[in-house]
């Protein structure tokens, strides 16, 4: 537990004494607020909600996580640094929940700097509090599954470009399933269970729980789950890695 | 007692390459190993697989009796690591650095900050403390590497060309430093630079192709160059014959080599049977019977050419 922290720390550090947390902060900020003004008709809607600020975060969370996920363990490997890390007296579980949640605790601080808008839409109307603490929750679960994905896809490689196209496509592919269009593409051409399968595997469906001010369990679950899941496979690749 | 490290016919293929072939060594505390062989012969693949980086084919490493493969967790507390190339953060100082290795090593109170000093002083890195280690030079990032391995005091510390990129000055601290250490821990030095194995290893493995070719001390290494000892003894043409005769009585010797120099002097190679000390056999047959000679030589073999010989083959070109 005290080795979690002490790697979550010094992952937290690095990205604070770079200007990398201080660029994804921003560009996750600015991007937001363009989306909601500007596609989103934020002001134009006349609606005290914050639906079009929310909307535009899986598909900014599936770009921008993986620009933080495809350094965590690539980086390690191409600077050697991961052979120091990985002979210090810590299992590979540790190393893994330690980098995953450091940055998951970054992006936490990019939503949480985002409250500009919260306070906004606060003074130009009455808007239902809860919906907007439980879809910034949907928001960190989903920006925390795509991050699993992606620490899971950057341990295969040393080359950060390559894991970032990789865990980008991963993470589309998870939104992308849950969407009409989609399913109803595949309908006929694959088994109706595969068919449940894909729709149930959507990580849009559980987001937009979230944004209509549902918490569900199975939602929190799915998320977990997922989560857990890629941090095991994590695990699972760093070891073989080792035995290689 | 166990040894400190012991390795047991590591081996280790990467698809069809085999880059350790069998490996086995055993150090004691007090006890340097110089770990040398050609690029690419499986020194660091079995560093690697010493510190648990890398997991063997087949083949255990114990660190004082702990498996490594079993306890990798127990096994990596002991050992004190520096791996190839010196990696570390470099976005880090040096002191933020140093400061992450102590909390995972489990330094706290009041030795954490007394083990920290000590591996500054002992790497000689005060001056760059506050520093981010990519801005450092080759020499100060490699001390930092090495002050990040010594820093818990291991019982094993095992250090993959520790001296690559330093100075002559460096060097001689950083050997002074192992040499130091050593007391109390067992050290495994890999290098390339054999001077480093006169100047502070107790023993030598010498591996090639993934083969221990040698497992020995520097002077036995030395000794698989036929003319390790050799006595080179000048004269003049015309005392020739008879210094051969003279010489030949000595049971000591092997056999003699006779290379013409110029007009007025020949140099007389004299080897030694199984590399016996023979100068001092040689020097009593030139006094008692007077001979005239111009010069006499004892030949130091240089390891640089015991190395070559045993990891090339008969027309010196490495063997693949």
Redesign the interface.
């Given at each position: 537990m005290?080795?979690i922290i002490?790697i979550a720390r010094?992952e937290a550090?690095?990205y604070f004494?770079?200007p990398l947390a201080y660029i994804f902060i921003s560009i996750f900020c600015g991007l937001t607020a363009a989306f909601t003004f500007y596609l989103g008709a934020f002001i134009e809607r006349g609606q005290a909600d914050l639906a079009p600020f929310f909307e535009s975060h899986p598909w900014l969370l599936v770009l921008l996580v993986p620009s933080i996920s495809m350094r965590l363990w690539a980086e390690e490997r191409k600077?050697?640094?991961i052979?120091?890390l990985?002979?210090?007296?810590?299992?590979s579980l540790e190393a893994v929940i330690g980098k995953f949640i450091a940055a998951w605790l970054m992006i936490a601080v990019a939503l949480i700097l985002t409250f500009p808008i919260w306070i906004t839409i606060n003074i130009l109307g009455n808007p239902d509090n809860g919906v907007v603490i439980s879809s910034y929750l949907g928001s960190w679960l989903l920006a925390g599954q795509f991050l699993a994905i992606g620490s899971a896809l950057s341990a295969m490689t040393k080359n950060q470009v390559i894991a970032f196209v990789v865990s980008t496509a991963a993470c589309f592919i998870f939104v992308m399933s849950g969407l009409e269009t989609v399913t109803q593409a595949l309908e006929g051409w694959l088994p109706n269970f595969v068919l449940l399968a894909v729709d149930t595997m959507s990580s849009l469906d559980y987001f937009e729980e979230f944004t209509k001010g549902i918490i569900d369990a199975r939602a929190i679950v799915f998320y977990v789950t997922t989560i857990v899941f890629w941090l095991f496979i994590n695990v699972v690749v760093i070891n073989l890695k080792?035995?290689? | 007692m166990a040894d400190f490290i012991v390795l047991d016919n590591l081996k280790k293929t990467f698809g069809d390459i085999v880059a350790v072939n069998g490996i086995s060594m055993s150090v004691n505390k007090g006890d340097i190993l110089g770990f040398i062989g050609p690029n690419g012969s499986g020194k660091s693949t079995t560093m690697k697989m010493a510190t648990g980086f890398l997991t063997p084919d087949s083949g255990t490493s114990h660190i004082c009796g702990i498996s490594m493969n079993k306890y990798p967790k127990e096994a990596k507390k002991l050992i004190g690591y520096l791996p190839e190339g010196a990696p570390a953060y470099g976005e880090m100082t040096t002191i933020g650095f140093l400061n992450f290795i102590a909390d995972i090593r489990g330094l706290t109170g009041k030795e954490r900050g007394i083990k920290i000093d000590k591996a500054i002083e002992r790497a000689q890195i005060k001056y760059v403390l506050k520093q981010q280690i990519d801005t450092l030079s080759k020499g100060f990032k490699r001390r930092v590497g090495l002050s990040q391995a010594i820093m818990h005091e291991p019982k094993v510390l095992i250090l993959d060309e520790p001296t690559d990129g330093l100075d002559p000055n460096q060097k001689h601290h950083v050997r002074q430093l192992i040499t130091e250490i050593s007391k109390n821990t067992a050290v495994i030095v890999s290098t390339h630079i054999l001077e480093e194995v006169d100047a502070v290893c107790s023993g030598v493995l010498l591996i090639n192709k993934g083969n221990i070719i040698l497992d020995g001390s520097a002077r036995e290494l030395r000794s698989k160059l036929e003319n390790h000892n050799a006595v080179n003894v000048k004269l003049k043409p015309e005392d020739l014959e008879n210094a051969k005769r003279l010489l030949l009585t000595l049971s000591s010797i092997s056999k003699i080599e006779v290379h013409e120099e110029t007009q007025h002097n020949v140099n007389l190679k004299v080897l030694p049977k199984e590399n016996m000390i023979i100068i001092t056999d040689i020097a009593k047959v030139i006094a008692d019977n007077k001979l005239p000679i111009s010069d006499i030589s004892v030949d130091r073999v240089r390891l640089d050419d015991a190395f070559r010989k045993l990891t090339t083959n008969d027309t010196g070109i490495l063997n693949e």
């Open positions: 005290n080795n002490i010094r550090k690095a004494s770079t600077t050697g640094s052979e120091l990985m002979t210090l007296p810590i299992t080792k035995a290689k | -």
